[in-house]
């Protein structure tokens, strides 16, 4: 599936590293933004998840 655009979202994950498997390998959102322990950033198409 690939996501072209997202309206607003902001997840509370308590593993970030799980987070970033998810969303990084199986929805293939690339990590445009880290900070280890603290937040990621994902782009979605021409929108941002984080």
Do not use: N, W
């Amino acid at each position: 599936m690939k996501f072209t655009q997202i309206k607003e979202v902001c997840l509370y994950i308590s593993d970030l590293d799980v987070a970033e498997d998810f969303y990084g390998d199986v929805l293939e959102m690339p990590v445009i933004s880290k900070v280890e322990g603290r937040h990621i950033f994902f782009r979605c198409g021409t929108s941002v998840l984080f």
